[in-house]
Structure formats: C-alpha cells, structure tokens
C-alpha cells in the first residue's frame, strides 16, 4: 500500500514539474498571417533557408471575374544558418500565384533567387520573373 501511495505522490510532483506553459498570441497581424497561409515553399542551400509564403490578404472582395479568388501576398523570408544568423523578410503585394517549379536558387559567392510570380494587371493575370541578390 505504501508503495502505492509512494507512486502517486512521484507521479503527482513530476507532472507539475512538467506543465507547459501555454499562451495566447495577441498580435492580430501574426494570428492572420499564420492561419491564412495557401502555399508555402522549403528551400535549403549550403549557408542559408529560404522559404515562401503566399497569405491572402485582408480584403473579401474577389478580384477576378466570375471567380471567387482572391489575391495573396508573397514573403520571402530568408535566414543564414548560422549561430546568430542574418534573417531577411521581403514582401510582395497583390500576387496571384507562385511558380514553385520555375524558382531557382544559386548560393556561390552571394545568394540569388530567380523565381516567377502571377499578378493582376489591367484585369487580366500577368506572370513576370523576379530577381533577389543578396551579397
């Protein structure tokens, strides 16, 4: 019987050392952020993490007719590995869509992202190919 009480006492003092502490994010813009994200994209090189995020924006209103699709917002977000690494976010309004199979990406002497994205111009969908250097 003691051993029982024994096992109860140690289980009991263990998992209050382990309660995770749990709390609510109050940031609005990083709460929309995280739960409006349609795609996003993993890319690895020697020296840096590159991911892409498209998010929807804000607005209800359909930008496309007879559509219901609305327009994203493309982040770039790109970090050194590294103990205190450089990170960089950059950010591109009113995309339609990502190409993920036309992204490339070289890592030699500086950092190049080639990548192609679709957006809205004069009511129809245009896609243009974009360039990130950084040295």
């Known amino acids: ?10 289980l ?10 749990i709390r609510k994010v109050k940031s609005k813009e990083l709460t929309f952020a995280l739960n409006n994200i349609n795609k996003d ?13 498209m998010i929807k924006q804000r607005s209800r209103k359909s930008y496309f007719k007879y559509t219901d699709e609305q327009l994203n917002d493309l982040y770039i977000a790109i970090s050194e590995f590294d103990e205190t690494p450089k990170q960089q976010l950059f ?9 993920a199979d036309k992204i490339k990406i070289s890592d030699s002497l500086s950092l190049k992202i080639k990548f192609k994205i679709s ?3 004069k009511d129809s969908i245009v896609e243009k190919e974009n360039f990130i250097e950084l040295k």
């Open 41 to 53: 994209y993993k890319f690895e090189t020697e020296k840096h993490l590159i991911k892409f995020f």
């Open 91 to 99: 950010r591109i309004n009113n995309i339609y869509d990502l190409n």
């Open 1 to 10: 019987m003691k051993k029982y009480f024994l096992l109860i006492f140690l």
């Open 12 to 21: 009991l003092s263990l998992s209050s050392y382990s309660q995770i502490d």
């Open 119 to 121: 957006f809205l111009y």
